[in-house]
């Protein structure tokens, strides 16, 4: 039997890349993101991340507390709406991959399937799709980049954009209940990203409320196989953080 929990956090992250990694971050504001993981990333001096989720964080905890260090170079995502991010964006300090949610899901619902890009209507027309959104400011305001202008094609009589998988190095995730195998069950609405991050990713490392034993989680309430989890942490080893 392949044992998936580990005894410390520092043991769970101990593969994550201290510099340049891609990360996917499970969660919709705080509901279900993994607080305690990224909290513990930062202590281990995390740098020049391309971070994958569907917001920044809130407040100054998490992924806020990521941003707020200066640690995210790049971020991929929905709503970058926290004040600090808009702060480093217009002083060119962070590169913007700004995505609708649902594709931002679909890449990476499609990173985790084995499809390399897809077509979708959403977008078209819009300056994400005509590359003339600014991804990248200057210190003094001027633009440094813009989005990459994206395919189009005609299916039915209608236009579609072409958006790529994405595939991210790590991804940080936060569930509900685990057995020793990986087996991992959220709990309603905290599931969101988080298995669409984990099956995207090359190494997936959960947070989890608490371990049961192997057996006791029902079939039809796994809603992520183990298959597609690296390292299981629970909660109480991490420490405060989450609160």
Do not use: W
Request: proline residues 6%; negative net charge; hydrophobic residues 45%.
């Amino acid at each position: 039997m392949i044992d998936k929990i580990r005894g410390s956090v520092a043991e769970a992250l101990a593969d994550v890349p201290r510099r340049g990694a891609m990360i996917a971050v499970g969660g919709f504001g705080d509901c279900g993101a993994p607080l305690a993981l990224v909290e513990a990333l930062c202590e281990l001096d995390v740098r020049d991340v391309h971070v994958v989720s569907n917001n920044c964080g809130i407040g100054e905890r998490g992924l806020a507390r990521m941003l707020i260090e200066g640690r995210i170079a790049r971020f991929t995502g929905s709503f970058p709406a926290h004040a600090e991010f808009l702060a480093q964006y217009r002083a060119g300090r962070i590169h913007l991959d700004l995505t609708p949610q649902g594709t931002l899901a679909e890449r990476l619902r499609a990173g985790g399937a084995g499809i390399p890009a897809f077509y979708t209507p959403a977008g078209v027309g819009t300056m994400l799709a005509d590359g003339t959104f600014p991804a990248a400011y200057g210190p003094d305001g001027e633009v440094l980049a813009y989005s990459e202008p994206k395919e189009t094609r005609e299916f039915d009589g209608r236009t579609y954009v072409l958006e790529r998988a994405l595939k991210p190095d790590v991804a940080l995730i936060r569930a509900h209940r685990a057995d020793r195998l990986g087996n991992l069950a959220f709990r309603l609405t905290a599931r969101n990203f988080n298995p669409l991050c984990a099956m995207a990713a090359r190494l997936t490392i959960a947070e989890v409320e608490g371990v049961v034993p192997v057996g006791e989680l029902p079939p039809d309430q796994i809603h992520l196989p183990g298959v597609f989890v690296d390292h299981i942490v629970e909660e109480e080893l991490i420490g405060d953080r989450a609160a």
